[in-house]
């Protein structure tokens, strides 16, 4: 019999335990926030009918439609492939499920207000940085109708970010209302203005506008006319819009200046007399007084026409949180990690259930993307999930190591004792590459005498890097001391404090 070859399915990924802590530090920092502003925990299937998911997704470079669907194994192998109970599929996000969730329980307190984490799967092309299964962590308001819940959601984007270590400067959140862009489409006079109707041009427009971050000015231009033609050769068809109709368009991409209140001027000429896009406008107006009156100025909430949102769910305002500190990556290059967070307003999801309109707004951060500049800015991540470790210097001693090492964790230090193979000097770089704490070091002479040596392996990285010659290191050595061992909690708990 031939053995399997071990391997991942392309677009999946085998995740290690230096990535995994950083991610579950990054995962409970962004949790607090949510908390902080009263969110509360939710969990939902993976698995949901594909009726229940509906078609949201952007359909350019999606397979079959963007989703991993398969047969409901418990229904009959001749049952209709139109039984609404026949095709089931992963979920690609996490709203969709939690409109399924809203409709199904009549009795939840509204508003409902829920956060989520889990794993999400999307049948697109991988590539760099783009994976089919990867994790979101979103935060949501049902039930709330008005800006100010929109506006709050702005604010617990820059507060995560700013939680996670980015200041101001390194981030931007831009916003946007899509009822903007439906109103400038009714004063072009195209004869179809709804930007979600599926195979709409007006929806062709909205998807184009959405790759400008991707294509440049040019490449969207093109995608609004007939069409562009990649440096593949591959050809995307476009909104086929007449000139004059590209021209208003053109002026809504320029219309973002420094200024909220000047974007939202230029926008209100824009859409002149559309009743959708004066609405939209006036609810970018209420936003951006209700961020003024918290604080949140332009340097870290911008108003940006050209943030529309792939998804065609968003009814109102759509939001983006773009990291612009430049980061440099292993290989010594800068790189620009864009959006990592995204949401918006959903009015219409709800209703898609019950035929009742229940409002909604929240977003969702790309854990997989962010954890990726996290990873950049934190050099000094640790593997280990202890802060001591116990070396072994003496194989008939081992009881003694295992009874030193409950001491320490019953004192409420997480421990190991060092159980394979190899000298001091190994067992020093196994704690070093793990990013330990500590080393405590017990042979013979220091059980006779009753003390144990403690290297402090992260004081003797920081000396490491200001020392200037090897006697200057040797002179001291406050990174390693000698404690006995009846004082060596109270050592480690100071050097901790």
């Not at 899509?178 to 709409?200: F, N």
Request: charge should be negative; aromatic fraction near 8%.
């Amino acid at each position: 019999m031939t053995a399997p070859v071990p391997r991942c399915f392309r677009g999946f990924r085998d995740v290690f335990a230096g990535d995994l802590l950083l991610k579950q530090r990054m995962i409970e920092t962004v949790r607090a926030v949510y908390e902080r502003y009263g969110f509360l925990p939710l969990e939902t299937p993976a698995v949901e009918f594909v009726d229940v998911l509906g078609k949201f997704l952007p359909e350019a470079g999606t397979p079959d439609g963007g989703i991993f669907s398969f047969r409901n194994p418990d229904l009959s192998p001749t049952a209709p492939d139109g039984d609404p109970d026949r095709w089931l599929a992963l979920r690609y996000d996490l709203t969709a499920p939690l409109a399924r969730v809203v409709a199904q329980y009549a009795d939840l307190q509204r508003p409902f207000r829920r956060y989520q984490i889990g794993s999400v799967w999307r049948y697109e092309k991988p590539g760099p940085g783009r994976f089919r299964e990867f994790t979101q962590f979103d935060f949501d308001s049902v039930g709330v109708p008005g800006s100010a819940a929109d506006a709050e959601a702005c604010c617990i984007i820059c507060d995560v970010l700013e939680a996670l270590g980015f200041g101001a400067g390194d981030y931007i959140i831009n916003v946007n209302d899509r009822k903007i862009l439906q109103g400038v489409l009714e004063v072009s006079g195209l004869a179809e203005t709804d930007i979600g109707a599926e195979g709409s041009q007006a929806s062709t427009v909205l998807r184009a506008i959405d790759k400008f971050d991707r294509l440049g000015r040019a490449g969207v231009v093109q995608l609004l006319g007939r069409g562009r033609k990649d440096e593949t050769g591959d050809f995307t068809e476009g909104a086929h819009l007449e000139p004059s109709q590209i021209e208003k368009l053109e002026a809504y991409l320029d219309a973002k200046v420094a200024s909220r209140s000047a974007v939202c001027d230029r926008l209100a000429g824009l859409v002149g007399s559309s009743p959708i896009g004066a609405e939209g406008v006036q609810e970018l107006r209420d936003i951006d007084r209700y961020l003024t009156a918290l604080g949140y100025g332009s340097d870290r909430v911008a108003f940006d026409p050209i943030v529309v949102r792939g998804l065609a769910y968003y009814t109102g305002p759509v939001f983006e949180g773009v990291l612009t500190k430049s980061i440099v990556d292993e290989s010594g290059q800068a790189r620009q990690f864009g959006s990592v967070y995204g949401g918006g307003r959903y009015d219409t999801l709800v209703e898609r259930f019950t035929g009742e309109r229940v409002p909604a707004t929240g977003a969702s951060v790309g854990v997989d993307r962010l954890l990726e500049a996290m990873k950049l800015l934190d050099g000094a991540r640790r593997t280990a999930t202890a802060q001591v470790l116990v070396t072994t210097m003496d194989k008939e001693r081992t009881a003694d190591y295992l009874a030193l090492a409950q001491q320490l964790r019953r004192a409420g230090f997480a421990t190991e004792v060092y159980l394979g193979k190899g000298a001091i000097g190994k067992q020093l770089k196994y704690a070093d590459k793990l990013g330990y704490r500590f080393a405590v070091i017990v042979g013979g002479d220091e059980f006779a005498q009753g003390v144990a040596q403690v290297k402090d392996l992260q004081l003797g990285k920081q000396m490491a890097d200001s020392v200037g010659s090897r006697e200057e290191w040797r002179k001291g050595q406050p990174a390693q001391v000698t404690i006995p061992l009846g004082g060596l909690i109270d050592h480690l708990r100071g050097s901790l404090a």
